[in-house]
Nanobody, 118 residues
Framework: HVQLVESGGGLVQAGGSLRLSCIASRSIFSINRMGWYRRAPGKQRELVAAIGSGGITNYADSVKGRFTISRDNDKNTVYLQMNSLKPDDTAVYYC????????????WGQGTQVTVSS
């Protein structure tokens, strides 16, 4: 079992930056993939960025070049650095842990609101 707690959301003007943090209740060293998803009003949840246990990352096309995901295994924490924010980035951002052992399971945080004003 993994509990995830996000922080770092808030209100920012377009062009600004925020850094989201996700602290896990246990070691993330062996977690196959950690990721950030978001759900904007009236839209489905979408993958923003993910990072594998080996450090390989992938990003949604809409955030490439602006967002950076990283993980600190010693601190059981995953970060999402968001630069050049746009109003379209406004959403609730959720941390995700995809675990495959002892069984496949997705863990989710409670979400943190990011609002970008124009």
């Amino acid at each position: 079992h993994v509990q995830l707690v996000e922080s770092g959301g808030g209100l920012v003007q377009a062009g600004g930056s925020l850094r989201l943090s996700c602290i896990a209740s246990r070691s993330i060293f062996s977690i196959n993939r950690m990721g950030w998803y978001r759900r904007a009003p009236g839209k489905q949840r979408e993958l923003v960025a993910a990072i594998g246990s080996g450090g390989i990352t992938n990003y949604a096309d809409s955030v490439k070049g602006r967002f950076t995901i990283s993980r600190d295994n010693d601190k059981n924490t995953v970060y999402l650095q968001m630069n050049s924010l746009k109003p379209d980035d406004t959403a609730v951002y959720y941390c995700n842990a995809y675990v495959t052992s002892p069984s496949v399971y997705d863990y989710w945080g409670q979400g943190t609101q990011v609002t970008v004003s124009s």
